[in-house]
């Protein structure tokens, strides 16, 4: 059943650019004039019981800051359960971002959250199940990919820019979401994207361009320079994200971890950098999309990652510029050299040790210390 709301130590408190609340000395309830009336407030037993106990058959997977079960509630309604690691330091803040942000935000590619528990050191969020999980569970599989066909392909970018889109420009709050990646797209019945996992994201200011941090986090291969290097991040950070993932989406290979044998050196964004140049692009795009489909729209869409990708932030698009040349035939400037086009290689020299060769997608990094 789902419970009253009730006292805890953590209220709720917006200050601009940042979406970080401040704890209350005085233990007040949540504030609830800050969150949408209808997210409701479960009891652990509920969850529990919804969960089998977080038995390791209902669980989904795991994520930085913790695990995520399937459960289903009294009334047969199934749910994602985000159950937050008692032992992660840092995740309380990213558990409250998450809880403020979602439930003010409402997009048919955003994923929707019914609720939340804060009970015995618990916090979990609670969210629609999406029964066919993350988009990486389809594109990084051999099997599951040559079910996305061109035309399914091209509508889960439209949806995902068109999210990104929502975040940046045309929610209540202006949002950088931080950590854009194929594994928090998840895919609902009909295969539509939703962005996930808000744990990341800030809030900015309706006249403010771009923030600083001392801590980075992100994912390798998904991080923008600027943002790598100087813990500088802007709605150009998710732009540089976006472009990753759209090359991952056509081409069905990660980033981090990719391996050519003629560009042994370059991670996917530099090998489809060359490739561009020579006029070769279109021997990158997935064989398993079908003959279905017209060259020149998906080397338009490499084109169109590429200009995402752009070294300078300055150079990239905004995620509106994006949705547009997604839309219409119009002509594309020619993009400019990416970013990060060889591998990472360890201080030790060791090519083993590259990013190519250790490095996760579906890692979260929270330990680069910016300049």
């Known amino acids: 059943m789902i419970g009253k709301r009730r006292r805890n ?39 529990a019981n919804a969960t089998n106990n977080f038995s390791i058959e209902n669980k989904l997977g795991q994520g930085g800051f913790g695990s995520v079960y399937k459960g289903i509630l009294y009334d047969g309604k199934e749910i994602a359960v985000k159950r937050l690691s008692k032992f992660s330091d840092q995740g309380v803040e990213e558990f409250k971002n998450e809880v403020f942000l979602i439930a003010k935000l409402q997009h048919r ?34 099997t599951k990919r040559a079910l996305l066909n061109w035309t399914k392909r091209f509508e889960i970018i439209f949806g995902i820019a068109r999210g990104i889109l929502y975040l940046h420009e ?3 709050l202006r949002i950088i979401h931080r950590d854009l990646k194929v594994s928090n797209v998840l895919l609902d019945n009909s295969l539509n ?25 992100g994912t390798y291969g998904y991080m923008s320079p600027e943002y790598a290097m100087e813990g500088l991040f802007s ?6 994200s976006f472009g990753v993932l759209l090359l991952e989406i056509i081409i069905g290979k990660k980033n981090a971890g990719y391996y050519h044998e003629e560009y042994s050196n370059s991670n996917l964004v530099g090998h489809v950098w060359e490739l561009w140049k020579k006029g070769r692009a279109v021997e990158v795009i997935d064989s398993s999309i079908g003959e279905s489909y017209l060259v020149s729209e998906v080397i338009r869409c490499i084109q169109i990652s590429l200009l995402c990708v752009q070294e300078f932030a300055t150079d990239r698009p905004t ?21 990060f086009l060889l591998k990472r290689t360890s201080p030790s020299g060791d090519p083993s040790s590259s990013e190519g060769a250790n490095s996760v997608n579906d890692v979260t990094c929270t330990i680069i210390e910016a300049r």
Do not use: W
């Open 9 to 47: 130590k953590y209220s709720f408190k917006l200050t601009a650019g940042s979406t970080y609340f401040e704890e209350s000395s005085g233990g007040t309830a949540f504030d609830d004039s800050r969150i949408n009336s209808e997210l409701a407030f479960f009891h652990l037993k509920t969850i």
């Open 109 to 142: 590619n955003l994923v929707r959250i019914f609720g939340c528990c804060v009970e015995d050191e618990e916090k979990i969020l609670i969210y629609e199940y999406l029964p066919n999980k993350s988009l990486d569970s389809f594109i990084f599989n051999e």
């Open 170 to 172: 045309d929610s209540r």
């Open 193 to 217: 994207p939703k962005i996930a996992d808000f744990g990341m994201a800030r809030i900015f200011r309706a006249d403010q361009s771009e923030a600083n941090t001392n801590r980075v986090v």
């Open 235 to 240: 709605i150009k950070s998710d732009v540089y």
């Open 319 to 339: 995620m509106s510029a994006v949705v547009s040349m997604l839309g219409n035939d119009a002509a594309l400037p020619s993009p400019r050299r990416p970013a």
